[in-house]
């Protein structure tokens, strides 16, 4: 196995990018390595563990929580994890197949402590918040802790604010970058392996760009130029994000700027983007990614520049300097607290949790988190769209710049986005999807498949299918279609494709992790755009 594994580590370094996670295969081998070590391999095998499995309900994440709940367990044992450490690497797992080991460990007399000090920064809970709750009720101190820590948000405030100042690098591409430059449509078959995806990004020759080879690899190159003067980096374009709604091309763009996720291989979070106008789906898209999306004007920055970035102050100046290049205002005060806490999906669960654990304790709402701005009410009726909006959040209707979460009955994932919705779906330990109607379709794929299509139709039916969903089969037709002869008039969905629109009902197209977001939780993050109320008489 291992020299399987070193194998594919110097393929993949030939191509300039990280070996890929580990399977459920490798995951299975590597746990007998790991019973009996070869010598010399200990530090190795203990990294590959540790750090290069999938979180989530990915089945290597399945493989490796059996075995380190067998090790907490004493069924088995590794001279190079003790129980401790087993407990410590469950902890590392987010969420899906490690919960019911460490709830159960909380009535483990040895391993309570530090089982409650995992759970308390772990979100992903779902239903299993109330096995912790009926412990906690039931007098098991350890479960009262991790309560009153959710409660209390440590899982928030542990994590830090942002600074007041930033110092960046810019990385300029002047002109209009569309999504299909970061995520081009004929590398689609890459998406889900992203470093290998992002070394299409920005492929083609253009204005200020200089691709390593035109039409197969983007600007290597430049980018390391740009990272080498030791900052963080800013994407920066005069438009950035138009086109079909890819969060692979966010993806893309994390890759090369964003922080490493600990414990997650092959994917980062966080980074700057600051753009004269941000396409609306994309600025979400990094939102939900951690990211620190801006519009400002960026005609004075140029490629290579570091600057200082105010935040709070809104203004943005020459490195070292109080001359100020540009200010800026925020699109809203809660992407403050987005950034800190990792992205807006986390920060939405985890707002969750802690007013879930609050309302356990009897507790008022807590004041940790921003509370978004909203819209006076006019005492106007309301449009369509937002009667519609209205219902499913339980409203009369909501007014445009509302933040609101509805209920969404309806989500569409098409087939080049479909892998990276799957593996979303795996980070955010879906088992089961919320929404009624889920539907997967191979309408891009269906006519010249490659062999990567092949495998993708081939297994992601039955992901789909078991959490409750529903899969077409190649050949079937189109995703839109097919959501449009199944719709009920006052639907409200998304779908990830930019021209996901609903004929009956409305619908607000998303990226692949807000898509998968929506399907697992039944509700989606929105801040209500304006509609136009149009009357018929006579």
Same mark, same amino acid.
């Given at each position: 196995?291992?020299e399987?594994?070193?194998q594919?580590?110097?393929?993949?370094?030939?191509e300039?990018?990280?070996?890929?996670?580990?399977?459920?295969?490798q995951?299975?081998a590597?746990?007998?390595?790991?019973k009996t070590p070869p010598a010399?391999?200990?530090?190795?095998?203990?990294?590959?563990?540790?750090?290069?499995?999938p979180?989530?309900?990915?089945?290597a994440?399945?493989v490796k929580a059996?075995?380190?709940?067998?090790?907490?367990k004493?069924?088995?044992?590794?001279?190079?994890i003790?129980k401790i450490?087993a407990?410590?690497l469950?902890?590392?797992?987010q969420?899906?197949y490690?919960?019911v080991s460490?709830?159960?460990?909380?009535?483990?007399e040895?391993?309570?402590?530090e089982?409650?000090e995992q759970?308390?920064?772990?979100?992903?809970m779902f239903?299993a918040?109330?096995?912790?709750?009926?412990r906690?009720?039931?007098?098991?101190?350890?479960?009262?802790?991790?309560?009153?820590s959710?409660?209390?948000?440590?899982?928030?405030l542990s994590?830090?604010?942002?600074e007041?100042?930033i110092?960046?690098t810019?990385?300029k591409?002047?002109?209009?970058?569309n999504?299909?430059?970061?995520?081009p449509?004929p590398d689609?078959?890459?998406?889900?392996?992203?470093?290998?995806h992002a070394n299409?990004?920005?492929?083609?020759?253009?204005?200020?760009?200089?691709p390593?080879?035109?039409?197969s690899?983007?600007p290597l190159?430049?980018?390391?130029?740009?990272?080498a003067?030791?900052?963080p980096?800013?994407?920066?374009?005069?438009?950035?994000?138009t086109?079909?709604?890819?969060?692979s091309?966010?993806?893309?763009?994390?890759?090369?700027?964003?922080?490493?996720?600990?414990?997650?291989?092959?994917?980062?979070a966080?980074g700057?983007?600051?753009?004269?106008?941000?396409?609306?789906?994309?600025?979400?898209?990094?939102?939900?990614?951690?990211?620190?999306?801006?519009e400002?004007?960026?005609?004075?920055?140029?490629m290579g520049?570091v600057?200082?970035?105010?935040?709070?102050?809104?203004?943005v100046?020459?490195?070292g300097? #109080?001359?100020?290049? &540009?200010t800026?205002?925020l699109?809203?005060?809660l992407?403050?607290?987005?950034? +800190?806490? !990792?992205g807006? %999906?986390?920060?939405?669960?985890?707002?969750g949790l802690t007013?879930?654990?609050r309302?356990?304790l009897?507790?008022?709402?807590?004041?940790v988190f921003?509370?978004?701005?909203q819209?006076k009410?006019t005492?106007?009726?309301?449009?369509?769209?937002?009667?519609?909006?209205?219902k499913?959040?339980?409203?009369?209707?909501?007014?445009?710049?509302?933040y609101?979460?509805p209920?969404?009955?309806?989500?569409?994932?098409?087939?080049?986005t479909?892998p990276m919705?799957r593996d979303?779906?795996?980070?955010?330990a879906?088992?089961?999807?919320?929404?009624d109607l889920?539907?997967q379709?191979?309408?891009h794929t269906?006519?010249?498949?490659k062999?990567?299509?092949? #495998?993708?139709?081939? &297994?992601?039916?039955d992901?789909?299918m078991n959490?409750?969903?529903?899969?077409l +089969?190649p !050949?079937?037709? %189109?995703i839109?279609s097919?959501?449009?002869?199944?719709?009920l008039?006052?639907?409200?969905?998304t779908?990830?494709?930019?021209h996901t629109?609903?004929p009956?009902?409305i619908s607000?197209?998303?990226?692949?992790?807000?898509?998968?977001?929506?399907?697992?939780?039944?509700?989606?993050p929105l801040?209500?755009?304006?509609s136009?109320?149009?009357?018929?008489k006579?």
């Amino acid at each position: 196995m291992l020299e399987a594994y070193r194998q594919h580590v110097e393929e993949r370094a030939a191509e300039g990018v990280p070996a890929k996670p580990l399977n459920a295969e490798q995951v299975a081998a590597l746990i007998e390595l790991l019973k009996t070590p070869p010598a010399g391999e200990e530090e190795f095998i203990l990294d590959l563990i540790t750090n290069r499995v999938p979180p989530g309900v990915d089945e290597a994440a399945y493989v490796k929580a059996g075995f380190l709940t067998a090790i907490a367990k004493c069924e088995a044992s590794s001279p190079l994890i003790d129980k401790i450490h087993a407990v410590k690497l469950l902890g590392t797992m987010q969420g899906g197949y490690n919960i019911v080991s460490m709830v159960e460990l909380l009535d483990n007399e040895e391993l309570a402590r530090e089982a409650g000090e995992q759970l308390k920064h772990t979100l992903l809970m779902f239903d299993a918040f109330h096995d912790v709750e009926e412990r906690a009720k039931n007098g098991n101190s350890v479960a009262k802790d991790v309560i009153q820590s959710w409660a209390e948000a440590e899982w928030f405030l542990s994590k830090p604010a942002l600074e007041e100042k930033i110092t960046l690098t810019v990385f300029k591409v002047p002109g209009e970058t569309n999504t299909d430059d970061l995520s081009p449509a004929p590398d689609a078959w890459s998406r889900p392996d992203i470093p290998l995806h992002a070394n299409a990004m920005l492929k083609n020759e253009r204005d200020g760009i200089v691709p390593e080879v035109p039409g197969s690899m983007g600007p290597l190159k430049q980018i390391e130029e740009v990272k080498a003067k030791g900052f963080p980096v800013a994407y920066v374009g005069d438009v950035v994000g138009t086109g079909s709604s890819r969060k692979s091309a966010t993806n893309s763009v994390l890759w090369f700027f964003g922080d490493d996720i600990p414990y997650v291989p092959n994917k980062r979070a966080g980074g700057f983007c600051f753009g004269s106008k941000i396409a609306p789906i994309f600025f979400n898209t990094m939102e939900d990614s951690g990211a620190l999306p801006v519009e400002l004007d960026v005609t004075k920055l140029a490629m290579g520049d570091v600057i200082d970035v105010y935040p709070y102050a809104g203004k943005v100046c020459k490195h070292g300097t #109080d001359e100020v290049i &540009t200010t800026f205002e925020l699109k809203t005060q809660l992407i403050l607290d987005e950034v +800190r806490a !990792g992205g807006r %999906i986390p920060l939405i669960i985890g707002r969750g949790l802690t007013g879930k654990a609050r309302e356990s304790l009897g507790l008022e709402a807590s004041d940790v988190f921003r509370l978004p701005d909203q819209p006076k009410d006019t005492g106007k009726g309301f449009t369509l769209a937002q009667k519609m909006v209205g219902k499913a959040c339980g409203l009369e209707g909501v007014r445009p710049g509302m933040y609101c979460e509805p209920k969404m009955s309806t989500v569409g994932s098409q087939d080049t986005t479909g892998p990276m919705t799957r593996d979303e779906l795996k980070d955010l330990a879906c088992l089961g999807f919320q929404a009624d109607l889920v539907m997967q379709s191979f309408c891009h794929t269906a006519a010249y498949p490659k062999p990567v299509d092949v #495998d993708t139709h081939h &297994t992601l039916p039955d992901f789909i299918m078991n959490r409750g969903g529903v899969s077409l +089969r190649p !050949g079937d037709g %189109i995703i839109h279609s097919w959501l449009n002869r199944m719709l009920l008039p006052d639907t409200v969905g998304t779908g990830g494709d930019s021209h996901t629109r609903f004929p009956l009902g409305i619908s607000f197209p998303a990226g692949s992790g807000l898509v998968a977001f929506a399907a697992a939780t039944g509700v989606m993050p929105l801040d209500m755009p304006e509609s136009v109320l149009v009357r018929f008489k006579g």
